[in-house]
Nanobody, 122 residues
């Protein structure tokens, strides 16, 4: 199993980034995909998730609603996180994750990517 996150970087406040996470080694279509983020010394928090079903149900943390959009491409085994109107408070290491149960709780996800750093300057 492998989850390879990419797309992080340094951006000014108000800017945009798109994170990608390419998965392999498991039945991608059957899994809920999620993005978490973590700041040093703080708990890893759920940012967004997208269901495995055809209805494509999504969840967003209140702090990112209206600014971030999660999507998945089952043909390519990739999950994306489009991040717009970035704020310095969004600075963190972002992790993609896969699990079998829909939700924002970290313990629901058994597969994790390596993380990609997002830094938003003011």
């Amino acid at each position: 199993v492998q989850l390879q996150a990419s797309g992080g970087g340094l951006v000014q406040a108000g800017g945009s980034l798109r994170l990608s996470c390419e998965a392999s080694g498991f039945s991608f279509d059957d899994y809920v995909l999620a993005w978490f983020r973590q700041v040093a010394g703080k708990e890893r928090e759920g940012v967004s998730c997208i269901s495995s079903s055809s209805d494509g149900s999504t969840y967003y943390a209140d702090s990112v609603k209206g600014r971030f959009t999660i999507s998945r491409d089952n043909a390519k085994n990739i999950v994306y996180l489009q991040m717009n109107s970035l704020e310095p408070e969004d600075t963190a290491v972002y992790y993609c994750a896969a699990g079998l149960t829909y939700g924002s709780w970290r313990a629901l996800y058994g597969y994790w990517g390596q993380g990609t750093q997002v830094t938003v300057s003011s």
